[in-house]
């Protein structure tokens, strides 16, 4: 879904992550202003929990459905604060590299939107969303006829075992790990050090490639939601020709309907047609305009004052993933003309603040700044009840199991923090241990969390010591298991329908590790029990051992103060058509976009 940079974790694909370009924002807007009734929204959100249903065949055969009223002809300027954290699909886990993979790559399967909320899986360079045997043990696939990357080279199995065993190289530390952990066990690496690069290969028992059209998965237990994790972007094949390893990261080969004419990194991206993309193979993308542009660096104040003005370039650009601007809300929502331009819809994040449990050891003190954050006043920083709600939990209005009331911090009550209840909490805590290190965001959004992170922690004796970190390597940073900091914000929503989208990417102590989404790096044995014993229930089943596992996640270890729930507003040109919002990445959908004129 795909983290909050994000990592989404994404029904966002990380959404990623799961997580976050944060939403950015400014206190002047208070939530109360805005007009919006945060229950009906999550009566809204509550769509994105349904369970995705798995397509044949026929659903699975292009070409796409045709965008009512849709025109060829044009490029789209995109406007981004931060630079891309990759772009290679191994490597991709975040939201940003997720909406650009969607243009450039593909895999076995993808997700296929209704534009009502329903979401399915359908093959993508696969014929179908696959067929299971042995109790859901095994999964087999096989790929459509015609289907090339952008040098005119057919994909072949032998394409999709490559993209499999380079994701146990060492150098692919920043993607998801869902299917090799399921392959091959938590230590997956060490099943294929050199991730298929020399001489060995996992065994046919495990991933068997018969001839050069069908690929089978061998699991030791079912994994019913492998059509769903093959759909992410960090599992779109990787031809195996044309791999460079470390440098793929900076000029990958397209398999999508769009390829890379120039890349600056940081700087700009321009995406042209890839002509040896076959329409008839594609039942989700269309090839409407000519390309992309991509503008970087651009902040989310001007990219709204932009949109809002609609002059030039602008009438015929988008924000990829960034929001309106917290300060100019209601110069968006009080003109007609510019709020038929928005995109709005509740996205599967839940922001916290983690914390480094190497380093912030005693739960007291967590106890106590989980009780003394405002998310008040950060949610007025993301554009109030447009930008978020309190979060009272972990688990999001979109996942499965979601519990409302279920506010063992008493955020709902007092959502502009307890402070009397954190001094209580602190009162015998060593002076030596009110010193917190904060690692923030170098754009708009990270520079209001700091301000508040301090100001709340500060008012109960708490020392803020904030260290700037690079947006772009951002979750890269804080990734690593000895970083120097003690609390940071992130934000992850699920990578589909199941908790254990979000309970087992960012609370597995299997998932300690270098690049891991565990940032807390909570590794508690209980904790694992219940994972496992979930993972083998039946979804109804499993719902109790989620709910348990979640609880005790929150009261007895507290690794993440929640703090609010994102959603998300964005504006786009009064020259852009097929403007929707995206259940699956939870921003516009940049699959159906084309120019008026």
Same mark, same amino acid.
């Given at each position: ?295 970087? =660096?651009?902040? &989310? +104040? *001007? /990219? ?5 003005? @609609?002059?030039?370039?602008? !009438?015929?650009? #988008?924000?990829?993933? =960034?929001?309106? &601007? +917290? *300060? /100019? ?5 009080? @003109?007609?003309?510019?709020? !038929?331009?928005? #995109? ?254």
């Amino acid at each position: 879904m795909n983290t909050l940079n994000s990592r989404s974790a994404r029904a966002a694909l990380v959404a990623l992550a799961a997580g976050s370009l944060v939403l950015t924002g400014c206190s002047e807007n208070k939530g109360g202003d805005s007009g919006k009734d945060s229950k009906e929204d999550q009566k809204e959100a509550a769509v994105q929990s349904k369970a995705v249903a798995y397509a044949d065949a026929a659903a699975s055969t292009g070409p796409a459905e045709e965008v009512p009223g849709a025109k060829s002809g044009g490029t789209i300027q995109v406007y981004q604060e931060q630079g891309l954290t990759h772009l290679d699909p191994g490597q991709i886990y975040v939201s940003d590299a997720g909406q650009v993979a969607n243009l450039m790559f593909r895999g076995l399967t993808n997700f296929q939107e209704d534009g009502k909320g329903g979401v399915s899986v359908v093959g993508d360079l696969a014929t179908d969303s696959g067929t299971s045997s042995d109790g859901g043990k095994t999964w087999t696939f096989t790929l459509k006829d015609g289907v090339k990357d952008a040098n005119g080279n057919p994909i072949t199995s032998a394409d999709i075992r490559h993209t499999v065993e380079r994701q146990y190289a060492k150098f692919i530390f920043d993607g998801p790990t869902y299917l090799q952990t399921w392959l091959s066990g938590a230590d997956y690496r060490k099943a294929l050090p050199d991730g298929g690069y020399g001489s060995k290969h996992l065994p046919d028992t495990v991933l068997d490639t018969p001839d050069d059209k069908t690929v089978v998965f061998h699991f030791d237990i079912p994994r019913p939601d492998l059509p769903q994790t093959l759909a992410m972007p960090g599992y779109s094949v990787v031809p195996e020709k044309t791999d460079t390893k470390e440098k793929y990261d900076k000029a990958p080969v397209a398999t999508g309907p769009y390829k890379i004419a120039e890349y600056k990194v940081g700087k700009s991206l321009t995406l042209v047609k890839n002509e040896n993309w076959d329409a008839k193979t594609d039942s989700v993308r269309h090839q409407y305009v000519d390309g992309y542009d991509f503008d970087f =660096g651009v902040t &989310e +104040s *001007t /990219q709204t004052k932009r949109l809002i003005a @609609d002059q030039g370039d602008a !009438k015929n650009a #988008i924000q990829l993933t =960034g929001a309106v &601007e +917290s *300060t /100019q809300i209601q110069d968006a929502v009080s @003109d007609p003309a510019v709020n !038929k331009r928005t #995109i709005k819809g509740y996205q599967p994040y839940v922001m916290v603040l983690n914390f480094n449990l190497d380093r912030v050891k005693n739960k007291a003190v967590r106890d106590a700044i989980t009780y003394a954050l405002n998310s008040k006043s950060l949610i007025a920083g993301e554009g109030g009840a447009y930008g978020g709600d309190v979060a009272p939990n972990l688990f999001a209005p979109t996942l499965p199991g979601y519990e409302a009331s279920y506010d063992p911090y008493g955020r709902l009550k007092t959502p502009a923090g307890n402070l009397e209840k954190a001094k209580e909490l602190l009162a015998d805590v060593p002076d030596s241990e009110k010193t917190i290190v904060h690692a923030y965001r170098n754009n708009e959004a990270g520079q209001k969390h700091k301000v508040a992170v301090e100001d709340a922690l500060k008012k109960v004796g708490i020392e803020v010591v904030s260290k700037e970190v690079d947006s772009a390597s951002f979750y890269e940073q804080i990734g690593k298991l000895d970083n120097p900091y003690d609390v940071y914000i992130t934000g992850w929503g699920q990578d589909w329908p199941s908790p254990g989208t979000v309970v087992t990417p960012i609370y597995d102590g299997d998932q300690v590790a270098d690049g891991s989404a565990n940032y807390s790096h909570v590794d508690d044995p209980k904790v694992q029990e219940l994972i496992k014993k979930a993972l083998t229930q039946e979804p109804t089943e499993a719902a109790a051992t989620w709910k348990e596992a979640h609880h005790y996640i929150l009261e007895k270890i507290n690794p993440a103060a929640p703090l609010w729930y994102t959603k998300q507003f964005q504006l786009y040109g009064s020259n852009i058509g097929g403007a929707r919002y995206s259940t699956e990445s939870s921003y516009i959908d940049v699959g159906q976009l084309f120019l008026k004129s």
